[in-house]
């Protein structure tokens, strides 16, 4: 199951450790360090899940997710936070702008992969890529 993955993280050192445990899991992984990056890159390369954190420069989380949701097509791409936002309604918050899950920071390297992974299981392919 080789999967593309686009993690929009502005935290340098999280991002390349998503990505690299990603990547060694054997999954394509395409990075973005702020939110409009992110959104740029989602449309122009569909990938088959997301992983966004939720505060960021240039556009955050929840603008990202809000955009993507507003398409129709965008709608059955897996959106998942990964975020140090673990206060009481962060979760809610997350899920109620369009994220399908909610993961708090600092992630569990032995158990990350396998999360994200049961995330693909029921993805349904991204616009454009059908």
Not at 21 to 40: M, P, Q, T
Not at 56 to 81: C, D, F, I, T
Not at 113 to 130: D, M, T, Y
């Amino acid at each position: 199951m080789n999967a593309t993955i686009l993690v929009i993280e502005d935290d340098e050192a999280s991002r390349q450790l998503v990505s690299y445990l990603l990547e060694a899991a054997g999954h394509r992984v395409l990075a973005a360090e702020n939110g409009a990056l992110g959104l740029g890159l989602a449309l122009a390369e569909s990938p088959d899940l997301i992983l966004c954190d939720l505060q960021m420069p240039v556009m955050n989380g929840y603008e990202v997710a809000q955009a993507l949701r507003s398409h129709h097509a965008w709608r059955a791409v897996p959106l998942v936070a990964v975020t140090a936002f673990s206060m009481p309604g962060d979760r809610e918050r997350a899920l109620e702008v369009g994220f399908d899950e909610h993961l708090s920071k600092p992630i569990t390297p032995e158990t990350f992969v396998r999360q994200i992974e049961a995330f693909l299981g029921s993805f349904r392919a991204p616009p454009g890529a059908e």
